[in-house]
């Protein structure tokens, strides 16, 4: 689930990984790198500057897929989760090809 955060026009264009998962049966295999490849794939489509997301601090699996994919941790949200775990922030900047004329 990919939120562009902000109204139309918002600029820079910032979009929220809001979630991604895969049945525990199927993890560890390369679906979420996959599913990552789509996210930013889209994100690029959409043009969006930034990508940014929340994960619980304990989430190991989850930060090796995001830093896999550029993304760099910005900082901590205490309290972020209802159970009162504590979330990284992570970031990627989009980076795109100039179209030539
Ligand atoms: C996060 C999630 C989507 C990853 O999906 P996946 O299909 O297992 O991902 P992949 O197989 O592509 O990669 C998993 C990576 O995590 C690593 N990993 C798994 N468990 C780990 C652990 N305990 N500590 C460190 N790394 C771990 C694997 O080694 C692998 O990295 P590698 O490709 O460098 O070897 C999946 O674990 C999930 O659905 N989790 C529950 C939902 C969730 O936490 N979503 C993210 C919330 S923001």
Not at 14 to 30: C, D, H
Not at 66 to 91: N, S, T, W
Request: proline share 5%; net charge neutral; hydrophobic share 45%.
């Amino acid at each position: 689930m990919l939120e562009r955060c902000g109204g139309e026009g918002v600029s820079p264009r910032i979009s929220e990984v809001l979630a991604i998962a895969v049945e525990p049966w199927a993890r560890n295999q390369g679906v979420g790198d996959r599913l990552m490849e789509e996210i930013i794939r889209r994100a690029d489509m959409f043009q969006v500057d930034k990508l940014v997301l929340h994960t619980a601090v304990d989430n190991l699996a989850g930060q090796a897929v995001f830093r896999k994919h550029g993304f760099v941790r910005c900082g901590i949200e205490k309290e972020f989760y209802p159970e009162g775990q504590d979330a990284l922030m992570m970031q990627r900047a989009m980076v795109r090809m100039p179209i030539r004329p």
